[in-house]
């Protein structure tokens, strides 16, 4: 019987490093420099990209032996959470992702060889997920390796490729002959890719359609594991990366829904104290806090009992998905007109939260997995 | 995530935690009465006749005298002292043996916990003995018929006599138990010429003196187990009293607190999100016939059973986390004031669905041969309907919410 520790392994360090990071994003990256940013060509501030690699942050959870601090899970999901918050511009995310992948697939001189410069911020890293005919599980995997003198030519269509213009090295999940799913590592720029940056509904978040036109890779760029169990782990991860930074970009949209609820007033009052105003805040405010158990509690998963990660993995980002949604859905609405416009920084949350709970699977996605492995006895994933 | 993982409502627990777990799960194992043949309240509040509260007295006596209840009260008023917290994992356990409830809950959580902040040594030794062994059955006398949600406007009059006893007159509603009851916690108006708030004080009241008349309500289900009281000059004695004259509305603020799960310190009681509701909504679904095979199959109710699911295990980890102070830095009385609210409402929907699930198969009552689970869906979803009320309403428990942890300006 395996089980989480009743205090989700959460230490002092990790305390120290939430507050550091609260007050480094609040300092760095008001609202004014995300504002800045959205209409940046580049879309990030390479100095804080700088800064977070020399405070060790890009590698948090990666191995020490691998150049990162081996600090694991939760720290990293508080971290996040912080990013999240101030809607923080960053290739961070889909370096992160890289790192998963790497981590997950590569035998120990792939991830000697890759992991430590993404640990270090000196690499962008990226994951190409999707493809145009959707899905982003092992199974809609349609790019294809075929194997060449020396190596592999990779051919196929890759979309939504986070910070796919600025990444240094992409991982790639390509089908072989056999039917199997590998990982392919690419370094760019490489010949026969071609990035193409996207133009997204939220404008903190880059993304790019590589295009795989023949790209001739060498043996080791394969990641030696199965590609598919790797994916399989590096979703797991992602869902709960990515829901913690939703559970602080939610709870962002949330405080600032509650203080325009008191700083306006109609027929004479803070609108907040009319209940049709106030319940719905409330009701966020639970949702966000839900989801934050389950941010925490699939962190500690991976930390503490890796094997059974997945389903909290997976209600993670299924209750993230659904709670941001209603967060900043409430937020638009009860900040009445001026909610409605581009002045008010909503939206910026308003188009997050789109990206988000459209990005590694939404709540019925998720649902469907977590029915499946709830009622159905021939499930995958054992309850 | 296995499957005891899932339903043991823990994480990973100290050794001798661990082993007190098993100790109790064996012993509820060997303990848990058989089906006494007739029908069992789902709650306690729905104790209706004399031989269901029988049944749920020798049952709660026989956790006491195991060792098992009062745990976290002091030695010397009937506790065991016992410094670990333990009460929680008796609670869990409990529920994971799916064994009869504590009747005395009103006694356990409410009452005695009360008690304890508030009451005088004497007051202590007399009281909470008794709750634990389920020998005095208490009951609340908060809710007036004019007073429900604004629950501070209570016009039942507590008069000081010249020899510093009281006389009691008013009328008291929604009264769970008072029929079985010893004991009454009763808040009442001391000084009709003070505040609202500050003209109230808080009482333990002897139902069994002149002057009282219980009469029964009947529920939506058609079950009793809750009552008004009507108070007619009724005798109280002057060490009644618990905490000051005019602290009334502070300490029910406090008994409020424990009611709604918000703060520990409880005799023994069901935890709440156990894990066993989802698992009885799955047998429910894979029994559920549809126009095409069951109910689990159907992927609409698999969408909201996988949400539930989410839910229920968000629950367990609020349990987890809420003692963890760090990791509620930014709201700490958040996890504690909403838990009685989420779980009501979840509760609500979990039964609703399964209700929804049965479709016709859900029509069927109490007493017809054909009723699946004896009815117990049906019944659930409408006494459900206690728990999204009593103890505060969830739109009250909104405002409270709203204004004390998010800070929103106040209803009153």
């Known amino acids: 019987m395996t089980r989480i520790p009743t205090n989700f392994g959460f230490t002092e360090e990790h305390e120290m490093l939430r507050q550091e990071a609260r007050r480094l994003f609040a300092e760095r990256c008001p609202i004014s420099e995300v504002r800045r940013l959205a209409d940046d060509a580049l879309g990030f501030d390479p100095g804080l990209w700088k800064e977070l690699g020399s405070l060790g942050w890009a590698g948090l959870a990666t191995g020490e032996q691998y150049g990162g601090a081996g600090l694991g899970f939760l720290p990293l999901a508080l971290l996040l959470e912080e990013m999240g918050r101030r809607l923080v511009p960053s290739p961070y995310l889909a370096s992160l992702l890289a790192s998963f992948a790497i981590d997950a697939g590569g035998s120990s001189t792939q991830r000697a060889r890759w992991l430590p410069e993404i640990a270090s911020g000196t690499r962008i890293g990226t994951l190409a997920l999707y493809e145009p005919a959707g899905g982003f599980e092992a199974e809609n995997v349609r790019a294809t390796a075929e194997p060449a003198e020396g190596g592999f030519v990779l051919r196929g269509q890759k979309r939504f490729v986070l910070a796919g213009a600025s990444a240094d090295c992409l991982v790639v999940p390509c089908r072989e002959p056999s039917g199997e799913v590998s990982l392919f590592v690419v370094d760019l720029p490489a010949r026969g890719v071609t990035v193409q940056g996207e133009i997204g509904v939220d404008p903190t978040r880059r993304t790019a359609r590589v295009a795989l036109d023949g790209v001739h890779v060498a043996c080791e760029a394969r990641l030696d594991g199965s590609g598919a169990a790797a994916l399989e782990r590096t979703h797991a991860r992602g869902f709960v990366a990515l829901a913690a930074e939703m559970v602080g970009a939610a709870d962002a949209a949330l405080v600032m829904t509650r203080d325009y609820a008191i700083a306006r007033k109609q027929f004479g009052r803070q609108i907040g104290f009319f209940q049709a105003v106030k319940h719905p805040i409330v009701d966020v405010m639970i949702g966000v806090e839900l989801a934050r158990n389950h941010v925490l509690g699939a962190a500690a998963a991976f930390d503490h009992t890796p094997h059974a990660a997945e389903i909290p993995a997976r209600m993670a980002k299924a209750l993230a998905s659904d709670v941001f949604a209603t967060a900043v859905r409430k937020g638009v609405q009860l900040h009445g007109g001026y909610g409605f416009t581009i002045d008010c920084d909503m939206h910026l949350y308003f188009k997050r939260a789109l990206w988000s709970r459209a990005t590694l699977g939404d709540g019925p996605h998720h649902r469907r997995r977590l029915a499946a492995a709830l009622l159905d006895r021939d499930a995958a994933v054992a309850v | ?412």
């Open chain 2, 1 to 412: 995530m296995s499957e005891s993982e899932r339903v043991s409502g823990e994480g990973a627990e100290p050794k001798e935690i661990a082993e007190f777990r098993l100790e109790v799960r064996a012993w509820m194992e060997a303990n848990r009465p058989p089906d006494p043949g007739f029908k069992l309240p789902q709650s306690f509040l729905e104790v209706e006749s004399e031989r269901q509260l029988d049944f749920l007295r020798a049952w709660q006596r026989k956790v006491y005298d195991a060792g098992y209840l009062g745990l976290d009260w002091p030695a010397e008023v009937g506790g065991r002292g016992d410094p670990a917290k333990r009460q929680r994992i008796v609670g869990q356990e409990l529920a994971r043996a799916r064994a009869p409830f504590l009747v005395n809950a009103i006694g356990l959580q409410w009452a005695g916990p009360t008690i304890l902040v508030y009451g005088t040594d004497a007051q202590k030794k007399r009281m909470l003995r008794p709750i634990l062994s389920a020998e005095e059955i208490w009951c609340q006398g908060f809710s007036e018929p004019g007073a429900g949600s604004d629950l501070a406007s209570a016009t039942t009059r507590a008069e000081k006599q010249e020899d510093g006893s009281y006389r009691v007159t008013g009328h008291k509603v929604w009264t769970t138990l008072a029929h079985a009851a010893k004991w009454m916690i009763l808040l009442a108006r001391t000084d009709p010429s003070a505040g609202k708030y500050e003209g109230l004080s808080f009482f333990l009241f002897p139902m069994d003196v002149p002057g009282v008349t219980v009469q029964p309500l009947v529920k939506m289900t058609g079950e009793g187990g809750f009552n008004q009281v009507i108070f007619d000059n009724a005798p109280m004695p002057a060490d009644a009293l618990l905490g000051r004259e005019g602290q009334g509305w502070d300490v029910a603020l406090t008994t409020l607190l424990f009611e709604r799960g918000a703060a520990e310190g409880s005799g023994g009681g069901q935890a709440t999100a156990s894990g066993e509701s989802v698992r009885a909504l799955v047998s429910v679904a894979q029994r559920a016939r549809r126009e095409t095979g069951f109910a689990a199959d159907d992927p609409v109710f698999r969408d909201r059973i996988a949400q539930l699911w989410i839910e229920e295990e968000a629950l367990r980890l609020s349990a987890l986390r809420a003692r963890v102070p760090e990791l509620n830095a930014d709201r700490p009385q958040a996890l504690r004031l909403m838990n009685k609210l989420v779980y009501s409402e979840y509760n609500q929907r979990l039964s609703e669905l399964a209700c929804e699930m049965l479709g016709p198969d859900a029509t069927l009552w109490l007493g017809d041969p054909c009723a699946v689970d004896r009815a117990e869906w049906p019944r659930a979803y409408m006494n459900s309907f206690g728990m999204t009320i009593g103890g505060g309403t969830s739109e009250i428990l909104r405002n409270v919410i709203g204004e004390r942890v998010l800070g929103l300006p106040k209803t009153r």
